[in-house]
């Protein structure tokens, strides 16, 4: 009996000794290279995922929508890191249409420079700079809008958002389609917004570290945000002068940051 | 000889005196797999202060956990199965040692119906305590209330695989083989018996390390109050029945330095069981059920947790 006492008085100051010396290292270790950014935008209504078509809500204005359809442009990316320098996501490479129906809600951005990112500017829409460069200048863009049901026509130009289902209210008893397209008009009214989005967790770029942040964007906002737009009053609403550009400030708000995933694995 | 530490007293069979009434009432809410919300793994060490044994134990743990950041994200049920070795081994008259090595066998499913299982071995953990109380010669009956108090610290090594992918997001981040990390356990034991009444209270912190994949598990509380009552069916066979209560609180984890949201929190048992002895051979069986949680901000909710071991005194 002696023996297994020592045996496990042995193995005991061994482990201690053992595990001494693996939890040296901090993890502060510099980080180099260059890697992904992935963009999850992930939609909901409320705190509630959305579903399209398959539920329905009732906003503040006690009107009960059921969501077929909700695709945005987001564009311009650019990172801040922690010294306050900020990494511009190549223009020619920086629109992007995200689609609850297609299920491409990813905005991938390439070859970011190693470093430790404290917050996201995108813009929503395209901005005036680039749909004055022409047809031409939209390179591929310009097809991934048509078949994502984002340009009116060239001359109207493109639809920031395409927002659509059905709707009853108090006084709209029958289900009745709505309809949000909210864009800039050609170049006479301009509804391009920006947003800064602090991430919360610091995102971390290197060589073996690709992050994704994880964003929300609440499709509730859209309607019944800061500005309250009825869809009794007025259930399509597209080159709107008075309306659009509520819209576009309520999209623009819509954004938040949940969570960022560190790390270089990635698999749920 | 070293198995008596205490004398059994003020009972019907004084002349059992390495058969002791402190039974199953330390160290029961000791969570050693995982700890990282609510994977509370072994349920720890439970036979009593003083008997030395070696024995088997299953403990079935069941969970479930939201799969989505959303309110209407699906909840996904997760069963944790663990089997352990373990034992208890003196070292002189003051010293004495836990051992556990656990296999684990948990498996969960997705809404769209995938199946994971993960199987393998967990972190083995080893326990040194300290009898701070002087103990009662064996050869002494005493009639008056017992006191016992140990302290002692120990490792959990991480024997157990640790899959950096089981962590991403939003799903229950302890669904894990182990922490894959060396671990550090501080640990206090206090019992009181008097006749065939027992009262136990231990506390017990754990300090985890980041592991390789640079994620660090939150420290650990756990806490847990105890009382059970030993009869004596016949010199050789024994029942007893016990609560309790106890509590696990875990800090938050981190991931490269950075603090992980929607991670650490507590959760509170009550706990049921009944040990019962024939001869060196000891049968028990034991509920866990939660009075209130809040872990991993409400997205992890412990359903139950069942054990049930078969030790041997040596």
Partial sequence: MKSIYKIFTVTLILSVFASCSSDDDDGSTE????????????????????????????????????????????????????????????????????????????????????????????????????????????????????????????????????????????????????KVHMGSHGSSLDNYKEVTLSLGTDALVSDEMSPIIHLVADANAILDGENKLSLTEQSVIMVSEEKSPKVALNTASMFSVDHVHNGSEHSH | MLGGFFTAQANDFPEETTECIWKNTAYEYFCDTCGCGGNGGSMGFGTGLNNNFVGLRYIGQKYRSRDGIFDNSPWINENFNTVQAWGKFPIGNRFLVNALLP??????????????????????????????????????????????????????????????????????????????????????????????????????????????????????????????????????????????????????????????????????????????????????ISSMLPISQNLNKGKVEVKNRVSLYLNINI
């Fill in chain 1, 31 to 178: 980080l180099m290279g260059e890697n992904s950014v992935t963009l999850e935008f992930d939609n909901s209504v409320g705190s509630d995922d959305l579903l399209l078509a398959t539920s329905s809500y009732t906003n503040s204005q006690n009107e009960t929508l059921t969501i077929t359809r909700l695709n945005y442009i987001v564009s311009n990316f650019s990172l801040t890191n922690d010294a306050g320098e900020v990494f511009t996501y190549d223009k020619d490479d920086s629109y992007f249409v995200t689609s609850e129906e297609t299920g491409s809600t990813e905005v991938v951005l390439e070859n970011i420079p190693a470093g430790t990112y404290v917050s996201v500017t995108f813009g929503i829409g395209v901005d005036q700079e680039k749909y004055l460069q022409g047809a031409e200048g939209q390179g591929d863009f310009l097809t991934v809008a048509e078949e994502t049901n984002m340009m009116w026509s060239w001359q109207a130009g493109y639809k920031f958002l395409n927002f659509e289902g059905t709707f009853t209210s108090e006084t709209v008893t029958e289900a009745t389609d709505f």
């Fill in chain 2, 103 to 284: 296999y684990h066998s948990h498996n969960r499913t997705f809404a769209d119906n995938t199946e994971q299982t993960i199987n393998g071995i967990g972190d083995a953990t080893v326990l040194a305590y300290y009898n701070v109380l002087r103990q009662t010669p064996d050869s002494v009956i005493s009639i008056k209330p017992q006191h016992a108090l140990q302290i002692g610290g120990g490792v959990k090594m991480p024997t157990g695989s640790f899959d950096a992918a089981n962590i991403e997001g939003s799903v229950n981040p302890s669904f894990q083989l182990g922490t894959g990390s060396w671990d550090y356990i501080l640990a206090a034991n206090y019992g009181i018996t008097h006749r065939n009444w027992g009262l136990s209270a231990l506390l017990n912190y754990t300090i985890k390390t980041e592991n390789s994949k640079n994620y660090l598990f939150g420290n650990q509380w756990n806490v847990a109050l105890n009382t059970y009552k030993t009869y004596y069916l016949s010199p050789s066979v024994s029942l007893t029945p016990q609560i309790g209560l106890g509590g696990e609180i875990f800090e938050k984890n981190q991931e490269f330095s950075l603090t992980v949201p929607d991670t650490g929190g507590e959760v509170y048992f009550a706990r049921f069981g009944v040990e019962a002895n024939y001869n060196r051979y000891a049968l028990g």
